[in-house]
C-alpha cells in the first residue's frame, strides 16, 4: 500500500522550531523527489521545499534561511525542519513524493493526508 504519513506538527509560540517528518512506504523512496507543501485557510496549496533524489534542494522565498528540508533513504523518510517559525507559517503541511513515468510519459504523485502546525504570536 503506497502512503505518506506525516508528523510532527502542533503548537508553538512565534519564533519556536518544528520538525516534521514524513515516512513513505509502497513506493520506491529513493528515486522518487520529495517535497513538502502547505495550505492556509482560504489560500491556495503552495510549495515550501523540495528535495530531488539526487540531494539538491529547493525553497520557497518565504521560507529561506529559516527551514531545511532533509531526507534518509535508508528510513523512507524526508523532514523539514523549521525554525523561527512566524504565525503566516500557520497551515496544513502536506508532503509529496513524485516520479517520472517513463511508460506514460507522466509524473506519478502521492500525497500524505498532512500535518497542522499552528504558530501563536
Known amino acids: 500500500q503506497v502512503q505518506l504519513l506525516e508528523s510532527g506538527g502542533g503548537l508553538v509560540q512565534t519564533g519556536g522550531s518544528l520538525r516534521l517528518s514524513c515516512a513513505a512506504s509502497?513506493?520506491?523512496?529513493?528515486?522518487?523527489?520529495m517535497a513538502w507543501y502547505r495550505q492556509a485557510p482560504g489560500k491556495q496549496r503552495e510549495l515550501v521545499a523540495d528535495?530531488?533524489?539526487?540531494?539538491?534542494?529547493n525553497y520557497a522565498d518565504s521560507v529561506k534561511g529559516r527551514f531545511t528540508i532533509s531526507r534518509d533513504n535508508a528510513k523512507n523518510t524526508v523532514y523539514l525542519q523549521m525554525n523561527g517559525l512566524k504565525p503566516e507559517d500557520t497551515a496544513v503541511y502536506y508532503c509529496?513524493?513524485?516520479?517520472?513515468?517513463?511508460?506514460?510519459?507522466?509524473?506519478?504523485?502521492?500525497w500524505g493526508q498532512g500535518t497542522l502546525v499552528t504558530v501563536s504570536s
Open positions: 509529496n513524493a513524485k516520479r517520472f513515468n517513463y511508460a506514460t510519459k507522466r509524473f506519478d504523485e502521492v
Open positions: 509502497g513506493i520506491r523512496f529513493s528515486i522518487n523527489a
Open positions: 528535495i530531488t533524489s539526487g540531494g539538491s534542494t
